[in-house]
């Protein structure tokens, strides 16, 4: 007995001990995958040894570890490809080092990285797919993958443009996958390959000179081509490869550590690539859009030092392209993304200064969206004036003349996107600018690009700070472009209120809230009004002398913040939804929040905003309000297209969150049926939904799309139907078109389109067959034409 509990109990020391070892043998495997991934993804970073030597001592450490980690290492390494592009080079060399020591290493490499291919295609992750394909083609330097695999590869991605019935954006793009490769490897795609290189140039060629362009307009971000010519990306690309192989493919831009290593990687044995055939088209592949490159600056733009590259030289896109990477890396971080921008390589041999400055305005300027919030690239600016504080302001304030100068021709959205970076970029320098060089614009037409663009600039200023401040921050002279001081108006209480029908209910109705009084109480009060509409045959749809009265009184007592408004919103929303039970009760609600707040445009925004929220007024209620004639004197201000955009965003995202909803309780009840067709049974705790719920979530989805699609409807009609009085106008009464107005309109009306591409896709048969006819006139339907050939 005592000799099996002695067993028992070396039996169990044993289990302890052996559970001990695997976690130290867990704990231990952990310790060193994480060494390896800081190792690798930290290589190339500043160090006191060259690069080369850290090269060589890590490939060395590499394949030690390769008989127990090779998989991890190869997995690692495909993610640098992906996610540090900037330092590209780097790591070919580093695979092609480990491929001259360990063959079976490199096959498994470039397997897993076009297996990665592959699935990025399918995945419609084109980013990341082009970066592979530029990976791919830097490896042929390396020794690692031969040229002719790698030239069979651009083959079949370039014989998708002799594709029928396909986008053009998808041959495009994989055109530009291959275009984009060619700086590193068209080198030596010539002198091994040259009559199979020089073929497929001829093909691409061919290509691009078919090319329809009825989208470039839409996405330029100046309308005139002087003094930069603003072209469409491809075109541009061909131009800068051209000239590249007018250099017999050498340029001076990227690094290549791997040629120190040459009699190393000569040696090495190469690996074929295995067949790539692009995925077959599909009408839902979202392809990426076509974009105008942006040109700010010239090599007569920079004072002195190092001339920025031409327009056309492929060193030009290679820096670009850098920055941007950089600036993807660490867009989340602002004093990490000034910093490693400073940290350019090269930085000696180009105008670093000028060139980040373009790289950021024009990723401010992408049309048809920006890639990131507007406040990343102004705090980011700031970043950088701190870093380099004896030229960066210098740059920016060269860039913001320059830019103001070329306002006449510039976008509407991006006068718009520029008015808020310089608001918000004033504000860390106390508002101080040389206003006196701008004053002419103080002489013209308000409308005018240049006045329209200080005005808006100074509202802006004025969200950032307080009216005071603003007014002694620019001369007298700009006094016309100053926003008048915001403050709320209660139109009962001003001189002259006697006249005003339900004054004397609006007195006792302020008396009766300010005493703390129930929303039952406050609708006793109302309901002693008489409707002004009561002597039409029909009923009234709504009572806009007790919108007024309430709306008004509830609006001036809770002028004092944004808080006290909302709190006066949230404390009466019953009243509020049953004053404007209907759209017609909506608009007339907004119209009475406009002649309460008409000099706080931000206030307008925000209770706006809030009264969406809380579902007092409907998107339609609030896009019809704001192209009323009320609204008129104030159209072409931005906080309406604030308005706007924030309804059609709220709008998105509340369809988003029921389609989410809807599609969740779809697949959680067909998991429930499934299991029961097996015999299982699911746990109550699943809270599975029945087939009723599903399909009430559904219909509530249904009619939610169609709310969505109605928005866009009215928003497009509308601007049709003003349009189209503005053009009748001009041409009975013989004089231009072409007026400021109309320049604000057409291009909002474009905006529009080009800011929800996405949802407006989904209607393009819609508003082609009901709105955008051929029967409308050609300066509106050329707006339609041009969003449609964006994705044709």
């Avoid at 994989?174 to 080198?187: E, F, I, N, Q």
């Avoid at 705090?379 to 103001?404: D, F, N, R």
């Avoid at 006094?479 to 915001?486: D, G, I, M, R, T």
């Avoid at 604030?642 to 989410?660: R, Y």
Wanted: glycine letters at 2%; one cysteine or more; a negative charge.
């Amino acid at each position: 007995m005592a000799s099996r509990r002695r067993r028992a109990s070396f039996s169990d020391e044993e289990d302890e001990t052996s559970h001990r070892s695997k976690r130290r043998r867990t704990s231990e495997n952990v310790d060193i995958e994480d060494r390896l991934e800081s190792l690798i993804s930290r290589v190339g970073e500043k160090s006191t040894s060259s690069l080369e030597s850290n090269l060589e001592g890590l490939a060395s450490v590499l394949e030690a570890d390769l008989p127990n980690y090779k998989t991890k290492i190869i997995r690692i390494l495909c993610e640098c490809a992906v996610k540090l592009p900037e330092k590209q080079s780097v790591y070919t060399t580093l695979v092609g080092l480990l491929n001259a020591k360990n063959f079976n290493f490199g096959g498994e490499f470039v397997e897993m990285l076009v297996r990665q291919l592959k699935e990025m295609l399918k995945t419609e992750k084109f980013e990341e797919a082009r970066l592979i394909v530029r990976f791919l083609g830097d490896l042929v330097n390396c020794r690692v993958i031969a040229a002719g695999s790698l030239l069979a590869m651009f083959d079949n991605f370039v014989e998708v443009t002799l594709e029928d019935n396909i986008p053009q954006v998808r041959s495009d793009w994989y055109v530009y996958a291959v275009l984009t490769a060619l700086p590193w490897v068209g080198r030596e795609l010539y002198e091994k390959k040259d009559m199979e290189f020089q073929k497929l140039l001829v093909t691409i060629d061919n290509y691009i000179s078919k090319r329809q362009k009825i989208h470039v307009p839409a996405l330029r971000v100046w309308s005139s081509d002087s003094p930069h010519p603003q072209e469409e990306y491809l075109d541009c690309m061909w131009a800068q490869v051209k000239n590249l192989r007018n250099n017999k493919w050498i340029e001076k831009q990227i690094s290549r550590p791997y040629l120190a290593f040459d009699s190393v990687l000569c040696e090495a044995l190469q690996h074929t690539l295995p067949q790539i055939i692009p995925p077959s088209h599909n009408e839902e592949v979202m392809y990426p859009l076509p974009t105008v490159v942006f040109r700010m600056f010239d090599y007569t733009d920079v004072p002195e030092g190092p001339a920025i590259p031409g327009s056309h030289a492929i060193e030009r896109f290679l820096i670009e392209e850098h920055l941007s990477h950089i600036i993807k890396t660490n867009h989340l971080e602002r004093k990490d993304c000034a910093a490693a921008l400073l940290s350019f390589t090269m930085r000696n041999k180009i105008p670093l200064d000028y060139m980040i400055c373009e790289v950021m305005f024009g990723h401010l300027f992408r049309l048809p969206t920006s890639p990131y919030m507007e406040i990343m690239v102004g705090s980011t600016l700031i970043e950088l004036c701190k870093l380099q504080p004896k030229s960066m302001p210098l740059v920016l304030a060269q860039a913001a003349e320059m830019l103001y100068e070329r306002l006449d021709t510039m976008k509407t959205t991006c006068i718009e996107r520029f008015a808020n970076w310089f608001a918000y970029h004033l504000s860390n320098f106390q508002f101080s600018w040389s206003w006196a060089d701008w004053v002419e614009c103080t002489h013209v037409n308000p409308l005018m690009p240049k006045p329209k663009f200080v005005a808006e600039v100074l509202h802006k200023c004025l969200r950032l700070s307080y009216h005071q401040r603003i007014s002694n921050a620019v001369p007298e002279s700009f006094s016309a472009l100053v926003p008048v001081k915001p403050q709320a108006r209660y139109k009962y209480a001003d001189e002259g209120a006697g006249q005003l029908p339900g004054l004397m209910t609006a007195h006792r109705l302020l008396e009766v809230i300010k005493s703390k009084c129930t929303p039952e109480e406050t609708l006793v009060v109302l309901k002693e009004l008489p409707n002004p509409l009561a002597d039409d045959t029909d009923e009234p749809s709504h009572h806009p002398l007790r919108i007024d009265v309430f709306v008004s009184t509830l609006l001036h007592l809770g002028a004092k913040s944004f808080s006290h408004s909302f709190a006066a919103i949230s404390k009466f929303i019953s009243v509020l939804k049953m004053l404007a039970e209907n759209e017609e009760g909506q608009i007339c609600l907004l119209k009475n929040m406009y002649e309460v707040w008409s000099t706080h445009p931000q206030m307008m925004v925000v209770l706006t905003d809030k009264l969406l929220k809380t579902q007092v007024v409907d998107c339609s209620a609030v896009a019809n309000w704001l192209f009323s004639a009320d609204m008129a004197p104030d159209f072409t201000k931005n906080y309406v297209w604030e308005i706007m955009h924030s309804t059609i965003n709220k709008m998105s995202k509340h369809v988003e969150k029921l389609e989410k909803e809807a599609e969740e309780a779809r697949d959680m009840l067909d998991a429930a049926k499934k299991k029961a067709a097996d015999g299982l049974e699911y746990d109550d705790d699943d809270n599975v939904p029945t087939e009723e719920q599903v399909e009430r979530m559904e219909e509530r989805l249904e009619l939610v799309q169609n709310q969505q699609k109605r928005l866009f409807l009215i928003i497009f009609q509308r601007f049709i139907i003003i349009l189209t009085d503005h053009l009748a106008r001009c041409e009975s009464e013989s004089v231009d078109y072409q007026t400021p107005w109309y320049k604000w309109v057409i291009e909002r009306l474009q905006e529009v389109f080009l800011a929800h591409h996405n949802l407006v896709f989904q209607y393009i048969h819609t508003l082609e067959s009901l709105l955008f006819t051929s029967d409308i006139d050609i300066h509106i339907l050329e707006v339609f034409q041009q969003f449609c050939a964006l994705r044709s």
